[in-house]
T-cell receptor, first 114, second 109 residues
Framework: GAVVSQHPSRVICKSGTSVKIECRSL??????MFWYRQFPKQSLMLMAT?????????EQGVEKDKFLINHASLTLSTLTVTSAHPEDSSFYIC??????????FGQGTRLTVV | GQNIDQPTEMTATEGAIVQINCTYQ??????LFWYQQHAGEAPTFLSY??LDGLEEKGRFSSFLSRSKGYSYLLLKELQMKDSASYLC??????????WGAGTKLIIKP
């Protein structure tokens, strides 16, 4: 299947700082990328959907000024958690798809805010 | 509203067969996905059904009935490494995945 690379896999940051997570489609052009968050013992929660070259569409309850998403090219989307707080500690996962294909997932990023 | 239902937990014996059911209600339909997720890892893709019927892929098979809003994942010859959560997800008319809460599968020797 197609490869989606997410970086970093783990990150620890201080409270109040910002963290950027990258999601790259390595062997296909991702017209759409999704960002998910997973809380312990819960299913994945879709945070936002981004189409290349346009602004991301955020799900209800997700602060777009806090979780900045940029999908500047067909192979790269970034999620920046701004002014991170301990409650933002979570597992963030991206997925990417091209047209009508299935979505392929990145490896996930475990964010710990101390 | 949009809703995905699947059992919370199932237990099966090594070498046996288990069927994990999923019912869905979504705004529009562009396919039904099954993913496997081991603790602490991202989900991995197992299957995609958009037409009615059974799709077989090695030890795993997935079935879809669009008229009933129903799918199941069938795992044969269970191995201990199959212990994981299995997530059912329906893709709606906007191509967004609506996720079930996952079924935790426990395999016993």
């Amino acid at each position: 299947g197609a490869v989606v690379s997410q970086h970093p896999s783990r990150v620890i940051c201080k409270s109040g700082t910002s963290v950027k997570i990258e999601c790259r489609s390595l062997d296909f052009q991702a017209t759409t990328m999704f960002w998910y968050r997973q809380f312990p013992k819960q299913s994945l929660m879709l945070m936002a959907t981004s189409n290349e070259g346009s602004k991301a569409t955020y799900e209800q309850g997700v602060e777009k000024d806090k979780f900045l998403i940029n999908h500047a090219s067909l192979t790269l989307s970034t999620l920046t958690v701004t002014s991170a707080h301990p409650e933002d500690s979570s597992f963030y996962i991206c997925s990417a798809k091209s047209g009508d294909t299935e979505a392929f997932f990145g490896q996930g990023t475990r964010l710990t805010v101390v | 509203g949009q809703n995905i239902d699947q059992p919370t937990e199932m237990t099966a014996t090594e070498g046996a067969i288990v069927q994990i059911n999923c019912t869905y209600q979504t705004s529009g339909f562009n396919g039904l996905f099954w993913y496997q997720q081991h603790a602490g890892e991202a989900p991995t893709f197992l299957s995609y059904n958009v037409l009615d019927g059974l799709e077989e892929k090695g030890r795993f098979s997935s079935f879809l009935s669009r008229s009933k809003g129903y799918s199941y994942l069938l795992l044969k010859e269970l191995q201990m490494k199959d212990s994981a959560s299995y997530l059912c997800a329906s893709m709606d008319s906007n191509y967004q995945l609506i996720w079930g809460a996952g079924t935790k599968l426990i395999i016993k020797p």
